[in-house]
């Protein structure tokens, strides 16, 4: 490693004769920092010499790769004369070596993959990466309170997707308990989450989620890890990449103790192309930013904007980025001259020259600089020459972006996906138990309509059968032979018969009576 020095060495400036060395305090590098300038001046080489100088401080380092040249900080430096130099020029030893490097991609392309889940972005950064209105946020905001509520984990894209499906089919219930939940709304949400699925969005999205102290190491040999972030692919989704980054920023603030002004930072956080957090920012999300800015300095950690030119940041923002590299900047229109005013009026002057013009008339690895002193307070601007890096200059070959992958200390604990019951699932269950059962009541609706048919269709059968049966007694009563009438008239015979009959009975009696009666007199 380098000898020990006052702080970061950035490079050299002032005549000849009158050479003085420019350091960044490490001590007050957690005050946050600019680096600016035009397309081509060396913005890209300032970060590397900055993040591999912290590296060599014991600092770990995150920043994005947005062109794919800051790879190269992985591999050891090749200088051409040009770089030999200058290097001789500021009475620098130049050690060929590359920083201890982690490679991050979202897509798992050109390092290991980063994820987070849904739950862990939010709604307020999950609504700027969908572009979503307010009334659209508000809707999202209650589908995250209606998971909270109902124990539903929030993990990829497919819990969400579920999650609004099943908050539209209680939109009633849900709409008395938290507010209205309109069914356009969430129909546009749902294209908005298609949208960012063809992105490639959903990529990060789900577990297992990035630790926060795998990019806090600290290697045996003292030097702090780079965190290089692929982000080539990933700024073809501008508001993904700037909501990603903030997302991340905030869990560096919730999850780091309070720690003051130490030493030296826990970590130094590089936000390469800035302007894309700000453009079209809601008010919100613009105070949620300058929140994290402002108390983050506490967790020890420090944030560098890189950006073409310092307009593009807000100046609540502005206003809390102590340290100050500007490399040169072109002012050709009305609104460049107000932007590079801007830039100049940013720096405490220093009555040997005119900053604005300076600039102009800054030189490719040139730069205005203007640092906190051991008070914090920013030292006069200075025209600088950057130094050259230990480093590559230019990107790793994919060869050596293979090899330092193979020596990664989180080798294998990224690379795999897993897909652990979430709300996806948990709401697809109960859609498929919802349904099972609906299936059931209508098989049983469907065999009690039939086992009552089938018992109005065995009495109208009986009541067939019965009046068959009545029918068929009155046919055969119609058809048999009627019993033949006994005659009441009286033959001659049995006329003479029963005369007979009566005059032998009153001949009878009368002689008995006669015989009664004499009997009765000879007594």
Request: net charge negative; no cysteine.
């Given at each position: 490693m380098t000898d020990p020095v006052p702080g970061l060495f950035l490079g050299q400036s002032g005549p000849e004769g009158a050479v003085q060395a420019q350091h960044l305090l490490l001590k007050r590098a957690n005050r946050h920092g600019v680096v600016a300038g035009a397309t081509g001046t060396g913005k890209t080489v300032t970060l590397q010499i900055m993040a591999q100088g912290f590296s060599d401080a014991g600092v770990p380092v995150f920043a994005a790769d947005v062109k794919g040249d800051l790879s190269g900080i992985a591999i050891a430096g090749s200088p051409n004369e040009k770089l030999s130099a200058r290097a001789a020029l500021m009475g620098l030893t130049l050690t060929p070596r590359g920083a201890p490097t982690v490679f991050w991609d979202l897509y798992g392309q050109k390092g290991h993959p980063v994820r987070a889940t849904v739950s862990e972005i939010g709604p307020v950064l999950m609504a700027?990466?969908?572009?979503?209105?307010?009334?659209?946020?508000?809707?999202?905001?209650?589908?995250?309170?209606?998971?909270?509520?109902?124990?539903?984990?929030?993990?990829?894209?497919?819990?969400?997707?579920?999650?609004?499906?099943?908050?539209?089919?209680?939109?009633?219930?849900?709409?008395?308990?938290?507010?209205?939940?309109?069914?356009?709304?969430?129909?546009?949400?749902?294209?908005?989450?298609?949208?960012?699925?063809?992105?490639?969005?959903?990529?990060?999205?789900?577990?297992?989620?990035?630790?926060?102290?795998?990019?806090?190491?600290?290697?045996?040999?003292?030097?702090?890890?780079?965190?290089?972030?692929?982000?080539?692919?990933?700024?073809?989704?501008?508001?993904?990449?700037?909501?990603?980054?903030?997302?991340?920023?905030?869990?560096?603030?919730?999850?780091?103790?309070?720690?003051?002004?130490?030493?030296?930072?826990?970590?130094?956080?590089?936000?390469?192309?800035?302007?894309?957090?700000?453009?079209?920012?809601?008010?919100?999300?613009?105070?949620?930013?300058?929140?994290?800015?402002?108390?983050?300095?506490?967790?020890?950690?420090?944030?560098?904007?890189?950006?073409?030119?310092?307009?593009?940041?807000?100046?609540?923002?502005?206003?809390?980025?102590?340290n100050r590299i500007q490399h040169a900047l072109r002012a050709y229109t009305p609104s460049e001259q107000r932007g590079l005013k801007a830039a100049a009026d940013s720096f405490r002057a220093d009555p040997a020259f005119d900053t604005a013009e300076v600039i102009q008339a800054l030189g490719v690895g040139e730069a205005v600089?203007?640092?906190?002193?051991?008070?914090?307070?920013?030292?006069?601007?200075?025209?600088?020459?950057?130094?050259?890096?230990?480093?590559?200059?230019?990107?790793?070959?994919?060869?050596?972006?293979?090899?330092?992958?193979?020596?990664?200390?989180?080798?294998?604990?990224?690379?795999?996906?897993?897909?652990?019951e979430s709300a996806h699932e948990v709401l697809t269950a109960r859609h498929a138990a919802a349904d099972q059962a609906q299936t059931q009541a209508t098989a049983d609706a469907a065999q009690a309509k039939a086992d009552a048919l089938k018992a109005r269709e065995a009495e109208k059968a009986a009541a067939a059968r019965e009046k068959e049966r009545a029918r068929l007694d009155r046919e055969s009563a119609r058809t048999k032979p009627a019993a033949p009438r006994r005659s009441t008239r009286e033959t001659p015979v049995e006329a003479l018969t029963k005369s007979v009959l009566r005059t032998a009975g009153t001949t009878l009696t009368r002689e008995l009576l006669r015989g009664v009666l004499g009997g009765l007199r000879r007594r």
């Open positions: 700027r990466m969908l572009d979503l209105n307010e009334v659209q946020e508000g809707v999202l905001t209650v589908a995250f309170h209606v998971a909270d509520k109902e124990g539903l984990l929030l993990l990829d894209l497919d819990d969400l997707r579920s999650l609004l499906v099943h908050v539209g089919e209680n939109a009633e219930r849900i709409g008395r308990e938290a507010g209205h939940v309109a069914p356009a709304s969430i129909a546009a949400i749902q294209r908005s989450l298609l949208q960012l699925e063809q992105q490639g969005g959903q990529a990060l999205f789900g577990e297992p989620a990035l630790r926060l102290e795998d990019m806090l190491r600290t290697g045996l040999d003292g030097r702090g890890q780079v965190n290089v972030l692929a982000a080539d692919r990933l700024m073809n989704s501008p508001r993904l990449y700037a909501a990603f980054l903030l997302w991340l920023l905030s869990e560096l603030f919730e999850q780091l103790p309070e720690i003051g002004d130490p030493e030296k930072p826990r970590l130094v956080f590089f936000f390469d192309e800035a302007h894309l957090l700000f453009n079209d920012a809601p008010k919100a999300l613009l105070e949620k930013v300058e929140q994290v800015v402002r108390l983050i300095r506490s967790k020890g950690v420090g944030v560098y904007f890189v950006t073409q030119n310092p307009a593009d940041i807000p100046d609540s923002v502005l206003a809390q980025l102590g600089v203007s640092v906190l002193d051991e008070k914090g307070a920013p030292t006069v601007v200075a025209r600088t020459m950057i130094r050259p890096p230990d480093s590559r200059l230019g990107p790793a070959t994919e060869a050596e972006r293979a090899q330092v992958m193979a020596q990664s200390p989180v080798r294998g604990l990224y690379d795999t996906a897993i897909d652990r």
